[in-house]
């Protein structure tokens, strides 16, 4: 009899060309699906066109154009800057000639790609899918394994529906118990990242398990899955289950009928073997997790709002020290302060980790009858033109509009800030995405991230707040 | 790609902890279509002030480290996005190897692709290397991809490197040539996979 394995190993396994060394460490690894996006497939075009190479199976494809878009409320065909309409001009003229399809920048279906994809049904269980976002991960919620891979590596997944894949190592997070209410699936992994750190899983694909992954719904395992990558894992995975399998029922590009019924017999068996091994295995107890913000510039410097902003001193070893003060001097925050007195100039809910419908009736729930503090300028991207549109069906926009929100268009927007959505330097921002680094708001732009109620809280409070004490 | 065989030259100390690729390669360089201008790019807000005046506290500013291609890193390097361009402008700054704990896993391939070495030490030795190079009498390093060893001023470290990275490097080859070597391969692959798994074809 064969090993155990994980579900990690099975997908691996399933899509192993060849080995490409003695040990099968790495392998050449078949891609069933890949997303595209304008600015890191340029160069992966122009490398095929200079080479004379054609795309393999186009069909496999989408491209979606999502970074470097404005979001005004109304929407144009123009792009904030001559760079980036270089960009989609490219891009457009890449997925034309190679016969790929495209959600352009007015087609009903655009959005950042991680929402898009999902929403459509384009990601099944037991898929592999690398494409040129690190947010990829986010396709571990269907049980497909997703990873980001850079340029290079897009062009040779066009050319040869392959890339050249190191085996990661598996790894089991397990949470158990019942999340206090307030407390999302933003805080388990923000609660994860600042545990083990943002190295913490670097070179592991992560197995989420327990009956708190269970309990959540298919867009929190999503959230989870999506940042998992903060904390290094290039692989993030949560076995497949009913509550997938009715999610995907009747997605415009799932499949049907009898092909439907086969598909669903054969992700029943995606799930780990009893015993098998994984390098690590971490537990999260729910109870035991508040709702977490960021205090510095990196994901894992992060706590529960009810504490207080730690005194780098405190830290032993004097590499933790250097770089905990030089966060501190970088977001302009007093040692020993309480997180709740910090004060905020701009909310923002939006991105692939908390744009989707349910972050935003989580937010539009805590704003119902309440306004934006003064001062402060909040706004909602939604994840795709498509959530928009259910959450206008819902009137969650008139909620967002009547507290002070900006109802905005679809894009990843003020999460990386390649568009005019950006912070002014030394503006604070409460926001619902993935990362704090230095800059990447704008340029010397201060963020603390937080879940989508957390922010919603945050812009009634104008400081940093606990969404649970607003009450209801 | 510009095969990697023996590399002799500066080394700059690079400790701090999860410096990631907004950092390395901020967003207005992303703007592009080709590969071109990125050496500007690289770790521009440490190297530039707002005004544009080079930051002489910054290590890759002052007179020693002027001619750096190797940079000794802190854990987690190049985390974050998974942008290629942090790797291209470094490439086009002059850098021909990382030496540190850990890289980031996109950006760890990213440099593979690009003939740029990344190379992983155990804490102690590259706390080892950090003093040695932040010194300018003794920051220069060669770093030998065939003998797998960094010769420095107090010593010479080995490493290990997976056996397909370090033949793809050395001999600077083209990996989409080498897989397409294997077309056939692989569709025979695709074909029985996609038997397998009907709803997917
Ligand atoms: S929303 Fe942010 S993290 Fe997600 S794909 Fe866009 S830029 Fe990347």
């Known amino acids: 009899m064969s090993p155990p394995r994980t579900l990690y190993d099975k997908l691996v396994d399933d899509h192993t060309v060849a080995r490409l060394d003695e040990d099968g460490a790495t392998v050449l690894l078949y891609v069933d699906r890949s997303v595209l996006n304008e600015y890191t497939s340029p160069q992966a075009f122009t490398g095929l066109r200079d080479a004379e190479r054609k795309v393999w199976r186009p069909e496999r494809l989408l491209g979606v154009v999502d970074h470097v878009n404005g979001t005004a409320p109304v929407r144009t065909d123009r792009m904030p800057d001559a760079g980036g309409a270089g960009q989609v001009a490219y891009f457009g003229r890449n997925c034309r000639d190679f016969g790929i399809e495209l959600f352009d920048i007015l087609h009903p279906n655009q959005g950042i790609e991680h929402v898009v994809a999902p929403e459509l049904g384009l990601i099944l269980p037991g898929m592999v899918v690398a494409a040129g976002d690190s947010h990829t991960t986010t396709y571990g919620a269907f049980g497909a394994l997703g990873f980001g891979i850079g340029t290079s590596d897009i062009e040779h997944m066009l050319a040869t529906a392959t890339v050249v894949y190191r085996r990661l190592k598996p790894m089991k997070v397990e949470v158990t118990g019942r999340l206090p209410v307030g407390v999302t699936a933003k805080d388990v992994v923000m609660a994860l990242i600042s545990r083990i750190g943002a190295d913490g899983a670097t070179g592991c694909a992560i197995e989420f398990c327990g009956d708190t992954i269970e309990a959540l719904s298919v867009e929190g395992r999503m959230t989870l899955c999506n940042m998992a990558v903060e904390c290094g894992a290039r692989g993030a995975l949560v076995a497949p289950d009913d509550k997938v399998i009715a999610y995907l029922s009747g997605l415009p590009r799932a499949p049907k009928g009898a092909m439907w019924d086969a598909a669903v017999a054969s992700w029943r068996g995606l799930k780990a073997d009893p015993g098998a091994v994984y390098v690590r295995h971490e537990v999260l107890r729910a109870e035991e997790i508040e709702p977490m913000v960021t205090w510095g510039t990196s994901p894992d410097q992060a706590a529960s709002v009810l504490g207080r902003i730690p005194d780098p001193a405190a830290e032993a070893a004097p590499s933790r020290r250097r770089d905990a003060a030089r966060a501190l001097e970088y977001m302009g925050l007093e040692p020993g302060a309480p997180l709740e007195s910090v004060r905020i100039d701009r909310a923002f809910i939006g991105s692939c980790t908390n744009a989707r419908i349910e972050d935003l009736r989580d937010a539009a729930a805590v704003l119902r009858g309440r306004t934006v503090a003064a001062g402060v300028r909040a706004m909602v991207v939604p994840g795709s033109t498509s959530v928009r549109r259910q959450a206008e069906a819902e009137g969650l926009d008139l909620i967002f509009q009547a507290a002070g929100f900006e109802w905005r268009q679809s894009g990843c927007s003020m999460c990386l800030a390649m568009n005019d959505d950006v912070l002014a330097p030394g503006e604070r921002c409460a926001s619902s995405t993935n990362r704090n680094f230095e800059g990447r708001q704008g340029a010397g732009g201060r963020t603390h991230l937080m879940s989508p109620a957390m922010v919603a809280a945050a812009a009634v409070c104008g400081r940093l707040a606990d969404v649970r004490r607003l009450g209801s | ?201």
């Open chain 2, 1 to 201: 790609m510009e095969p990697f065989k023996r590399v002799e030259g500066v080394a700059a100390p690079l400790p701090a902890a999860n410096i990631d690729t907004d950092v390395i390669m901020p967003k207005q360089f992303l703007k592009g279509i080709d590969r071109a201008g990125l050496a500007q790019g690289a770790f521009h807000d440490l190297r530039f002030d707002e005004a544009g005046a080079p930051r002489q506290d910054f290590i890759l500013n002052q007179a020693a480290w002027r001619e750096t291609r190797f940079l000794v890193t802190g854990p987690n390097f190049g985390c974050g996005s998974s942008r290629e361009h942090a790797v291209w402008g470094l490439s086009q700054l002059g850098i021909r190897a990382l030496i540190g704990t850990s890289f980031a896993g996109i950006l760890f391939d990213n440099c593979a692709r690009n003939g740029l070495l990344a190379i992983t030490l155990p804490p102690e030795e590259v706390e080892a290397l950090l003093a040695l190079v932040s010194q300018p009498k003794t920051n220069r390093l060669t770093v030998d991809l065939e003998t797998q060893t960094i010769e420095g001023a107090a010593g010479v470290w080995g490493f290990e490197i997976d056996p397909s990275r370090r033949h793809a490097l050395l001999n600077g080859l083209d990996a989409v040539g080498v897989a397409l070597a294997r077309a056939d391969e692989i569709k025979a692959f695709e074909t029985a996979h996609l038997k397998r798994h009907p709803w997917l074809a």
